[in-house]
């Protein structure tokens, strides 16, 4: 069974910095693609970012250059560090993770079958 586990949300004022993490079991880091994805309400869930061994590293266009992915492949565990945050981050942040590897369509939710319980992170103005 894949269990995925978001932690590190929280409020922070805008310009300040967090870093979420993403324990995972029951899913083989090698073989497909770990993205986090958002939503903030009255809106879609959207993506954030993404990572795999085979296709590299996506951002979001609103959050490159501020957003960070990485993965301790030894722990399981994807990353987003978050800096210069803005009000508009504001939202649910969920990682999510699937087998396969979806190149430059890795931003649609719909593809990803496996998802956790999402954080909250808030930037204050």
């Known amino acids: 069974e894949v269990q995925l586990v978001e932690s590190g949300g929280g409020l922070v004022q805008a310009g300040g910095s967090l870093r979420l993490s993403c324990a995972t079991s029951?899913?083989?880091?090698?073989?497909?693609?770990i993205g986090w994805f958002r939503q903030a309400p009255g809106k879609d869930r959207e993506g954030v970012s993404c990572i795999s061994t085979t296709d590299g590293k996506y951002y979001a266009e609103s959050v490159k250059g501020r957003f960070t992915i990485s993965s301790d492949n030894g722990k399981n565990t994807v990353y987003l560090q978050m800096d210069n945050l803005k009000p508009e981050d504001t939202a649910v942040y969920y990682c999510?993770?699937?087998?396969?590897?979806?190149?430059?369509?890795?931003?649609?939710?719909?593809?990803?079958?496996?998802w956790g319980q999402g954080t909250q992170v808030t930037v204050s103005s």
């Open positions: 999510a993770a699937d087998s396969l590897t979806y190149g430059s369509s890795w931003y649609l939710p719909a593809l990803y079958d496996y």
């Open positions: 029951g899913f083989t880091f090698g073989d497909g693609a």
